[in-house]
């Protein structure tokens, strides 16, 4: 396969993968955790994005492209573990399956957008401030001790965070 239609192929894997994020979140309830058909779906596309990706910036950043590639691929068969489990949030592994991929990996994705110019600055800006918020909501939910179980209990601040979060990870999903 060449490079092109490996790129081809997972900027068509960023686009569902933003679509199905889009529609599980618009429709699921939190607290009743993923069904294993999406998670498996979520997976394998995501996992086509980050080896794209991976491939894009392997030439100028090998070792972090590695990095995150990896990163991202271990939060995504974590989500498929916890689908498996029949857990959900708060259980310990989908958070760590959350953070691999939106807060880490995209954070790492994101400065090499914005170190190897192969996409645009905006996007990794967008990235940055996605993951930042995703992080925020995080720190405010173990400050706080606020659980997230659903969207109509949230204190104000954490729903900002996370619809900024949510909007942030969609847009950079869909524009990679």
């Known amino acids: 396969m060449s490079s092109n239609n490996l790129y081809r192929i997972a900027g068509i894997a960023g686009i569902l993968s933003a ?4 529609a599980f979140s618009s429709v699921a309830d939190p607290a009743t ?36 590639g ?17 857990v959900t949030y708060p259980h310990p ?27 645009p600055r905006l996007l990794a800006v967008t990235g940055f401030i996605a993951a930042l918020a995703g992080a925020g909501a995080y720190v405010v939910m173990a400050i706080t001790g606020t659980v997230f179980t659903s969207y109509e209990n949230l204190p104000p601040v954490l729903m900002a965070l996370f619809i900024v979060y949510l909007i942030g990870v969609v847009i950079w999903l869909a524009w990679t």
């Open 33 to 68: 955790g993923a069904p294993l058909l999406y998670t498996v779906a979520s997976a394998s596309v995501g996992i086509i994005l980050v080896a794209g990706l991976s491939a894009l910036y392997r030439s100028e950043a090998s070792a972090l492209s590695l990095a995150a």
């Open 93 to 119: 592994v989908v958070a760590a399956a959350d953070i691999a991929i939106y807060i880490v990996g995209l954070s790492m994705f994101s400065w090499l957008a914005y170190r190897t110019h192969k996409m």
């Open 19 to 22: 679509i199905l994020m889009l």
């Open 70 to 86: 990896g990163i991202s691929v271990i939060g995504y068969v974590l989500s498929v573990v916890a689908s498996l489990m029949q």
